[in-house]
Each structure stands twice: as C-alpha cells, then as structure tokens.
C-alpha cells in the first residue's frame, strides 16, 4: 500500500492504494464520488473522463500513485459555488444533451475541458473533440448541440432546415 | 406558442440534474454492507464437454468466501424461457434447458463454468485462475445453414437437432403465395443478412444479491428494464421464492436498448449465493465479459421475394429467414423473429399476399433476443431493400413506387394478422420530401461531384407494432406473460402524488414526462408529482419498459388510475360544495360547481380525504389513492417516412453521413424534446447497424469483435445533426392518450435508408451494385465497387 | 490487473536502475499498458513510472533539428511542434484528447504497435532515438511487430527529427479502435523522399521503397500512378484484407503528397 494525497474538487484527500489501483477506483471506492463511471475496459467510452492538473485524461487508464500531489476535477464538482448547474451543465439540461445519464459526466468534463482551450468550437471541433466519448442514446445530435450553445452560440437552426 | 406545461410542452428533465452532478445512483453505486465479490470463469471455447472442474487449489487462496459450480445448481430451476413458438406443423419449439452456471457442457464463449465469491474482486479473479478445467473440446457450430446439416455438431444432445423452430405464417396462405410468385410480371429477389449486434448500453450490467436472515427475505439489486419480471421469472422458475420473499430493485439503469429486458445467470447466481453464504454478493460486468454474456441482437439470413404486376403493384411478398438463437433461449429470444418480425411483414403497402417463413437455430454463440425494434427492424429492412431493388429494375422512382402501393384505408387488416388502426404514410411522405429538401438533390450531387465524391440518396418507410400489447393476443401467439402494465397514483394530504409505475425509465424521462399527463388532467404543477419506479416492494406491478410500450400502456394505465382519483375527488367536493357530483367540473386545479362561484381547490379536497371531518364516509372511504391495471386492445402502429444522403469516397469506398431526416407519425405527443431524442439516438444506432457494427464469429466460435477495439461503436464524428419531425398526427384510437410510441422508431426507420443511399450513390458512379451487407464499411464497398 | 508495485522515480538515471529489478516494467503514459494489465496479458512486479521525469520532456527545435523528449505527451507535441506541422498534426489526431494527456511519443515508440502514429512519422523523417545510453537510427530500430532494438530495462529519452522540406501523414482510421487501418507519413528532404506506412503490414511500420524511388525523382502524386503497393505481408483483418490495405497505401501516399508542406 502507498500513501497518496491529492486535491479533488479542491478538498484535500488522502488514501492508501495499490499500485494497482486505478485512479478511477480511489474516487469511486475510497472517495464515494460514484460520478465518475467505467463502461469499458479497452480506454474507449470515456465515461470515467476526469480533469488531473487541468488535463483531461480517463481516470481508468491512470493509476492512482500517479495522480499523487495533483488537482483533480470530477464531474461533482462541476457545479457554481452556489450549488447551481455550471453553463454548460444548464444546457445539456435545456437541450436534453443526456437520457440515461451514464456517459454523462465523461460528456460534461470532456465538454468542459474543449471550451477551456477553444471557447467557440465549431459543430466539427466539437465532434472531433468527443472521439473519445461514446453516449449510446443522445446519436449525440444534442450534446453537440448542448456544447455549443454553452458556449454562446445560436443554436435554434439546427435541424430547422 | 408551445406550451409551457402539461401535455405537448417540452418540459425540461427533472432527472438530469442529478445525473449532470454526478448523484445518479446506478447499481454499481450500489454497496452493501459486507459484500462479497464474484467473478466468473467463463468458458474461452466455443464448444466443449466438461470432464472435471477442479477447485481445491482455489478454494485455499486468500480471500475466498466459496467456490460455485453448475453442480450447486442441480435441481435448482434453469433460466426460464417467456415464450413459446409453435412451428408449421404444429408442434412447440425445441426448447433445452439453460442452467445457471454450465452443467455437463459449455455451449458458447462467456459460458459461465465457476463462480468464485471472494473478499474482493482481484481475489476473486485470483481465485478462478487457479481453478483447474478437464475440458474436451468439440466442434463448433456458427454458420447456420451449416448447423441444419444432417451430422452437423448439436449444440444441445438432448434435442434432435439444432432447429429450435420451423415456422410458417400465414401457413393457410403459402400455396397462394407461391402461385401468385409464379404469376407475377415481375419478382425482384434479394439476399442479405441482418448484422449481429451488441446493445451496448453505456452501463454494463451489474447485479447485488442480498439476504436477510431475520425475515428471509431476498433483494436483488440490478440493471434491468423490467424489475417485476425478474421477480417473477427468478422466483417463480428459478429459485423458488415467493414473491413476497423476493425485492428486485433497478435503480438508475444506463441505458437499456432491450439487452436488459433478460432475467440473466448472474441475477440468479448472485442472489442465491448471497442466501448460501449468508453476505451480500456483488458482480459487476467488465465491457470485455458484456461481449461475451450479454444477450446479442438481431443476426438474420434473409431471402425475400416481391412479386409484381404489370402496373407494379405489389402482389405478394414470401421471405425466408434462418434466425440465430445462440447455445441457449434468452427470456424472449422465439418471440423476435416470429411475432415481431412475420407480422410486419406488410409494412405501409397493401401486398395482398404475405408467407414467411423463420428457421431458429442454435449455434455455439452468445444467446440472441431483443435489441431496439426487435423484429421490427429486420422486417423493415428487407422490404424496403427489396422495395428498392424492384424500383431499380423496373426503372421507377423508389419513392413513387413506395406511394403507389400505400395502405391508404384504415382499419386495414393486412395479410399478416394486425390490424393498422390508424396512419397517412402519404402525408409523412410529403413532409419527409419537404423537410429533406429532396427538390435540392441534384443540387447537392452535383456539389459532391465537384468534390470527387459520388452522391447517393436513399428513402425508406417503415411501420411498427409497438405498445406491445394485449395480453390475450399474445397469451395466443406462445407469451408466458401478459403484456398489461399498473400504476398507482398516491394523492398525499397536502395535494402532491406520488404515481408508482410499472415501466422503467432508463433514459425515456418518464420521471418528466408522466407527471406532465398528470399535471394536465388535473391542472396542477408537474412539480407536484413524483414518479417512482424500479422497486418491486413500491409499485404495485409492472411489466417494464420494451417495444416502445411505457406511455402507451403504462401510461395508459396511469390515467385510468388518475380518472379513478379524480372522480373520487369531485365525490368528496361535491360534499364540501354541497352540490351534486355531476355539477362538479375539475380545471385548473379548481373543482366548481358549474354556473356559480362555489369552488374548493385541489388541495383542499385532498386534505378532506385524509382529515375526514367534513367528508361522505357513509358513501365512500377516506384516503385518495387508486390503482389501474391496463391491457390494451390493440398494438400501436407509428410509422415514418426516411431519407438519407450519403457521400461515398470513390477511392477508399468510405461512406459519410450528410444529410438525414425523419418524419414520424407517433399519433399525439407529450414532450417533443424527448420524443425527439429518442428518435435521434434511434437513428443513431440505425446508421450504426448499417455503417459500422457488427459481432463477428470465426469459424470456431471465437468472438472477433469482442472489444471497442473491434466493435465500432457510433461516435460523434460518424454522424451528422439529424432532421427530425412528428407534425404528421394520426392519434392512436384505443388508448386514452391517442400515442403511439417512439422509442425504436430511429433504429427500425433507418437502416434502409443508409443502404439504399449507398447503392445509389455507387449507381451515380457507374457502380451498379446490387446489394451489399451491413455493416458498410468503407472495405466491403469498396470489394463491391471493385467486383 | 495482477498485483504490482508503481514507483515513480524523477531522474533518467533512478528509472534505469529501478529496471534493473525483476521484473520491472517502464510505464509510459500507460494508455496502451493499462489496458494490456487489465486483461492480465502482463505481469510486471513493479512498474517504473517515467511520468515525473522532467529532464525527458519538452520540445526543443536545434537548427533544422526537432528534439522532442521521450516523455512528452502527445497533446504537447501537438502544441509544441509547429517547427515540424505533419509531426505536430500527427500528434494532434492520435487516439482522443485523453489519451494525448497521458500518452508519450517515447511509449508509444517503445511499444511499436503495428498501428500507431509515431513509427511511421519516425521511420518516415529517419529520426534518430536517443536513449539513456546511445542514439538508434530509425531505419535500425524498428524490428517487427511490437519489436523494436529497445533492450531490455533501456529508456528513450528522447527523439530527434530531421525537420524536412515539406511533409504530411495521412491516416485511414479502423472504425472502431481509431488507430490507423493505414497510416503514410510522406517526408520530403532535400536529400529524397521518404515514405513510411503504418496499420498496413503484419511487421510493423515499413517504407515503401518504390513510392520512394518514384517521389524523388518527382515529388507528385501523379509520379504515383505507375506504382502499385505489394500486399504481401500485409494485415488480413475484420477491417480489412491485405489487398485492400495495399489499396489504401496508395490512395493515402497520394493524398499525402498532395497535401505536404
């Protein structure tokens, strides 16, 4: 067992884990913060998309020791200070981004980490961006959707043509 | 102005807050005091006689609660199968038994041999490796035209061969069909297969047995889209306990797509080991272990004749279909290429004459059952294939060849026996040539042209049986079950209800869009009313959610109990307003008497019943609670017109998506946003049937496409932003909602659409192609431009 | 995953001693490793993390030479070499944007999947990979699938690319695993062109000589034309056959050279 200490969501947090373990399993088992979600074992579907130092990275393909001393970011806390939904969060909501809510919070940490960089994406960035996030219910017409009008553009065209 | 709230209103889902912040509670969220974990050992061949498991050396490893072997389950019920084919000749369907853990045999990969329970999973796993297998492997049987061949290897020694059914339908009418065939000006013959899938739901399955000893009560926690037939078919046919013993809970479920309709061995292990060893058990499936355990979808060979005549119209339609069932019968696995699939066969155009005939047959695969449109989507895909096809030869226009043969009277009973109660597939197709700007086409072509790309469109209808459906009908068609669903609407003292439901929402936003039913016939907020779901030991029954059934049946269900309510409140304010009850009018949350001032309020009325002071007891009870048990009459029939544009990339053969669009008719609509997203995931896994996925066995049984490696999953770059309408309303005329049903819209209606566009756009380059097999991919188009 | 120990050391010099233990393993970004653990195909005793390792990251352009560290994420190269465009473009489309936080130039090379990017950019620029105790030519390094002339407990520290004239990479991606089913990496130097083709051959990234030959002389796709690429020893897959593949070598080294700059 090593003993690691990191920042999630800006609380100070320590453990002990495995080499083994995987990032992904210390915020699930050892923080409860059951947000964070695994839907494969291959690094594909992304639902365990985390942010470490500000890097999105998949907390399943990372292993814990390694996130010693970083800043971690979870979907959970991704809200204002006020406990309100974030921007972004606001608009998966009003543009029904999300049905069964599994890949949701790899969806929201992904999204969050494109606007970061590139503030207004287009439809194409905002696609190529996702590659490495499966939703299997939304044909991902609203994520997109929902991305792009958290970042302040006009989304009522789209697919009105 | 579209409204606000109530019925047609897009009310935001009240779920997503918790799922945006990460405060869904999924049953791997789920944890219970002292649990225990399982893996399973899992067979890696495909085929193989089971000499010996020896597990002595894994029984002393650390951590080890108890090792499981198929011989804990002797004369423990197998899993159940829920429906009953009866072949051409009369006689039931071959039917083997399908044991928890393997029993003398193991028929596919992923059967499961041993399951070990350990403190942790790592120990588990541990633990299993060390089991030592004395295995004799056989032959294996995949292809099934080879599996029907005397002397082929039988998947099941103790049935006569690997054909679970040969089914005929409508057996009465063959000889018609075959004379019509024989007759007809013209007959357009297609082969294809519909691809094997995986559901691939986001959220692999996960299951928790627990067992309290003080009351000897069992609860299973699981990701199913049906909790209350789990009960029923786990209780009742696998582990004899009763109902009352027995709490299935589904919690949050991640996604369902019909491969969590399945009472599966892991639900079962998991609660009987958990009574064994007197701890809760916990298993959690790796994506890896879903390839190889979670029941597969579709997997037909399909041959389909269209006859024609002169004037070309459809004179009959005769197909046969051999359907992979896989090692075992999965919960509905007969029911899908028979009853969902033969009855179909009509589609949106008046054949006066239909035969199918379904071959079922095992193979040393992963069982196949129910995947989105079930049935539905194979039916559709070879009509509108060959539909496509006939157009091509005779040189007409697809889709005028499509509104010349429409069903146009309605009821229609087609030659396949349902009856269509309601449609216009001529006004979805006008709003379908309208919404696709298909006048622009040549435009468009002409732009991909420029590019280097060959332009292709592609058009298709479909119909659907869904709302699945009467119970008496389906008693008839070999249903174990009947297919009514329940809910009970709980008026609370204060005004606000709670409505216990039988169908599951696991991305369908019930838990928005049913209190906006309510909201509406009683006239008061949605936040007023809570949905509750998933627990047996809460709801009074409930079949689930499948076939596009919960607001037409369930919901149905929940405004019979809601009428109940409201006309036991307008008894008890007729007393308070001291007035006769038929003067008393409910609106806007405010019973009146009609033609005076006098009213009471919602929430006085409910008070009233539960503070009876000023209350008719002699003429009713306090309390304001009903329940509403509702069987339908009839399926629902949406239908759609479909259209699709694609681009093909004359040197790789790769296809892109350009332009898609749909026009549905889903008869009336309670909350546009959803039903739209439920079409655009629908189309969604459609373009991925037709472009991307397929489950691919080798020759000996081994899964190829067992990983996201393999199995390509739609991502968002594959697809484009979707077209979508449902203005075109033809309201439902048996239920009380007038709906229809959307759920597997998208993934029946679009198929076709893809593969047509395909095909023409190849035909633009020069290609005359005439069919290629699903999955598109950019290698098998370019092998059929390359032939 | 088997039981193994993680440690992380911070200098060049404490990784390669820690590999000199049983079993030890080098760690790289893990995004190829990881899941290779998962399904028990590996059983290291203990894993060196080359993550906290500072001296072996970073992108530094020397004259005409772009040296990129053996720990530098792919997302950095995307970001930070702009000397070299095709290289810093390759980068900027491998895998997703997760697995180029994580994954390094250095591991992935050390791994030599027979359908990864970098091989082919590498083996293409006829880079040379320097390690922790000698620098390797391209052309000598790579040795076949998932082999590579790494010995055993050895380090790439960094890589050097010879910056070219004009260059570009083309990728055909497999449809579910989003690796390339065929990759060209077409570089042009003053000195000749060279192309390299990754995803395609059952040994690994290879160069496809004739296309070489005939670019030369003339730096065109239409130089292209006369050529055919050899399916011999490609890769027969779900995806594809080798015919096809051989097929999209071509059609890829075409747009390539269209596209070089």
Redesign the interface.
Same mark, same amino acid.
């Given at each position: 067992m090593?003993k690691i200490s990191m920042t999630v969501n800006g609380r100070q947090v320590t453990g002990d884990v495995?080499?083994?373990t995987?990032l992904v399993d210390f915020l699930r088992e050892n923080l409860r913060l059951t947000g964070t979600h695994v839907g494969c074992?291959?690094?594909?579907c992304?639902a365990c998309?985390v942010h470490?130092n500000g890097?999105?990275?998949?907390s399943?393909?990372?292993?814990a020791?390694?996130a010693?001393g970083a800043e971690v970011g979870t979907v959970e806390g991704q809200q204002n200070a006020d406990g309100s939904l974030s921007t972004l969060q606001a608009a998966f909501q009003e543009h029904h981004g999300l049905q069964c809510g599994f890949c949701t919070p790899g969806m929201i940490m992904?999204a969050s980490?494109?606007l970061k960089v590139n503030p207004k994406p287009t439809e194409a960035e905002i696609r190529h961006?996702l590659?490495?996030?499966i939703c299997r219910c939304t044909g991902y017409h609203n994520i997109v959707k929902a991305i792009m009008a958290a970042s302040g553009q006009d989304v009522s065209k789209i697919a009105a043509e | 102005m579209p409204k606000d709230s109530g019925i047609g209103a897009s009310s935001k889902r009240r779920e997503d807050v918790r799922f945006l912040t990460g405060k869904g509670q999924y049953t791997d969220d789920v944890n219970v005091y002292g649990q225990t974990y399982v893996h399973f050992l899992r067979s890696d061949v495909a085929h193989a006689k089971i000499n010996g498991i020896d597990t002595s050396v894994a029984e002393t490893m650390p951590g080890v609660v108890r090792i499981f072997t198929g011989k804990d389950f002797e004369g423990i019920g197998g899993l159940p199968c829920g429906w009953q084919v009866t072949d051409r000749h009369g006689q039931p369907m071959q039917e083997p038994g399908h044991p928890v853990l393997a029993q003398g045999k193991v028929r596919h990969v992923g059967d499961p041999i041993a399951a070990v329970v350990a403190e942790t999973r790592?120990q588990a796993?541990?633990a299993a490796?060390a089991i030592g297998l004395d295995l004799t492997e056989l032959p294996a049987v995949v292809n099934m035209k080879e599996a029907l061949k005397d002397g082929a290897p039988k998947v099941h020694d103790d049935l006569s061969s690997n054909l679970c059914y040969d089914w005929g339908f409508v057996e009465d009418n063959k000889a018609a069909v075959d004379e019509a065939i024989k007759n007809a000006a013209h007959v357009t013959t297609l082969e294809l297969v519909n691809n094997r899938l995986v559901a691939n739901p986001m959220e692999p399955r996960v299951a928790v047995g627990d067992y309290n000893a003080a009351n000897d009560e069992s609860t299973l926690y699981t990701t199913s889209q049906n909790p209350h037939v789990i009960r029923l078919l786990m209780g009742a046919f696998v582990l004899g306990i009763p109902e009352h013993k027995l709490r299935v809970v589904a919690p949050d479920v991640g996604g369902g797509f019909g491969t969590k309709i399945f009472h599966y061995a892991e639900e079962a292990f998991v609660t009987f080991a958990a009574r064994q060893i007197k701890r809760p058990v916990k298993w959690t499936s790796?994506r890896?272990e879903a390839f190889m355990s979670d029941a597969h979808g579709r997997d037909h060979v399909t041959k389909i004749e269209l006859a024609l005549d002169k004037d070309n119209n459809f004179t009959a339609v005769r197909t046969e279909t051999y359907a992979n069932m896989g090692a075992y019968l999965s919960t509905f696995a007969p029911s899908v290429p028979t009853w969902l699939h033969g009855t179909l066969m009509a589609g949106n155009y008046k054949t006066p004459l239909i035969y199918v005939n379904v071959k079922a047959v095992f193979t040393n695969t992963v069982p196949v059952d129910a995947y989105r449109g079930a049935g539905r989507p194979e039916a559709t895909f070879q009509l509108e294939r060959v539909i496509d096809k006939a157009a091509r030869e005779l040189g007409v226009d697809p889709i005028k060849l499509r509104r010349q043969n429409f069903i146009t009277q309605f009821p229609y009973a087609t030659p396949v026996a349902v009856e269509y109660d309601t449609g216009d597939y001529t006004a979805t197709m006008d709003k379908l040539e309208e919404i696709m700007d298909l006048s622009g086409f040549a435009a468009r072509r002409k732009a991909s042209e420029a590019k280097g790309k060959w332009r292709g469109l592609g058009v298709n209808c479909y119909i659907e049986a869904c709302g699945i459906a009467p119970s008496n009908l389906v008693g008839q068609l070999g249903a174990r079950a009947g297919l009514y669903d329940a809910a009970t609407v709980r008026v609370n003292a204060t005004g606000s209800i709670s409505v216990m439901v039988g169908a599951h929402s696991h991305g369908q936003g019930h838990e928005t869009t049913f209190p906006q039913v309510i909201a509406e016939m009683i006239g008061i907020d949605e936040s007023q009313i809570d949905i509750v779901h998933g627990d047996s030991s809460k709801i009074p029954f409930g079949m689930g959610t499948y076939g596009s059934r919960s607001l037409a049946v369930c919901g149905s269900a929940m405004v019979r109990a809601t009428e109940k309510v409201i006309r036991k409140a307008k008894k008890i304010a007729a007393h308070l307003l001291e007035a006769s009850e038929a003067d008393i009018e409910l609106k806007n949350g405010k019973f009146s008497v009609a033609g005076t001032d006098k009213s009471v309020d919602w929430a006085g009325v409910t008070l009233a019943a539960y503070v009876p002071h000023n209350y008719p007891l002699e003429e009713i009870e306090p309390g304001l609670e009903e329940t509403a048990f509702y069987d339908p009459a009839n399926f629902t029939y949406p239908s759609g017109a479909y259209a699709c544009e694609v681009e093909v990339d004359p040197?790789?053969g790769?296809v892109t998506i350009e332009k898609f669009a749909a026009a549905d008719d889903f008869g009336n609509v309670v909350n546009p946003m959803i039903v739209e997203g439920q079409v655009h995931g629908g189309i969604a896994q459609g373009i991925g049937q037709a472009l991307?996925e397929?489950a691919?066995y080798d020759e000996n049984g081994q899964l190829?496409?067992a990983s996201?490696?393999?199995?390509?999953?739609p991502?968002a770059d594959?697809l484009p932003f979707y077209i979508v309408d449902h203005s075109s309303c033809t309201p439902c005329t048996h239920n009380p909602l007038g709906v229809k049903g959307c759920g597997e819209a998208g993934a029946i209606g679009s198929p076709p659409a893809v593969v047509n566009a395909v095909i023409d756009a190849l035909a633009s380059g020069g290609k005359n192609v005439g069919h290629i097999d699903m999955p598109l991919?950019?290698?098998r188009v370019?092998?059929a431009m390359n032939q | 995953?088997?039981?193994?120990?993680?440690t992380?050391p911070k200098t060049v010099a404490d990784a390669v001693a820690a590999l000199a233990g049983e079993d030890a393993q080098a760690?790289g970004g893990?995004?190829t490793l990881?899941?290779t &653990?998962?399904?028990?195909l590996a059983s290291p005793a203990? &894993?060196v993390?080359l993550?906290a390792i500072d001296e072996i990251k970073g992108v530094c352009q020397d004259g005409n030479v772009l040296s990129i560290g053996g720990g530098t994420t792919h997302?950095t190269v995307a970001a930070e070499a702009g000397a070299y465009p095709a290289l810093a473009a390759l980068a900027a489309n491998i895998?997703?944007?997760?697995?180029r936080?994580?994954g390094t130039i250095g591991g992935s090379l050390a791994n030599n999947d027979p359908s990864a990017c970098y091989p082919s950019a590498a083996l293409a620029s006829n880079a040379t990979i320097v390690t922790n105790n000698r620098e390797i030519a391209a052309d000598d390094y790579f040795q076949g699938l998932f082999t590579t002339a790494l010995n055993e407990g050895e380090i790439i520290t960094g890589v050097k690319f010879p910056i070219p004239q004009a260059a570009n990479y083309q990728k055909?991606v497999q449809?579910?695993?989003?690796f390339s089913l065929v990759g060209v990496f077409v570089a042009k130097y003053a000195d000749g062109v060279r192309v390299a083709v990754t995803g395609a051959s059952e040994n690994g990234v290879f160069r496809w000589s004739e296309a070489e030959a005939a670019l030369s002389a003339s730096f065109s796709a239409a130089a292209l034309e006369g050529l055919t690429a050899s399916a011999d020893g490609l890769i027969n897959d &779900?995806?594809?056959?080798a015919e096809?593949r051989a097929? &999209?070598i071509k059609?890829m080294t075409k747009r390539a050279v269209a596209a070089a700059k």
């Open positions: 090593t495995e080499g083994r995987l074992d291959t690094s594909q992304g998309t470490v890097l999105q990275v998949k399943c393909t990372m292993f020791v390694e010693d992904a980490s494109l961006h590659e490495g996030n | 790592e796993r541990d490796e790796t890896s040197e790789t790769k991307l397929a691919v190829q496409s996201y490696m393999d199995y390509a999953m991502r594959d991919t950019p290698h370019w092998k | 995953m088997y039981a193994f120990d993680v992380r760690l893990g995004q990881i899941p &653990l998962k399904q028990r203990v &894993l993390s993550s997302a895998g997703d944007p997760a697995v936080s994580r055909f449809p579910a695993s989003r &779900l995806h594809g056959d096809y097929h &999209l059609v």
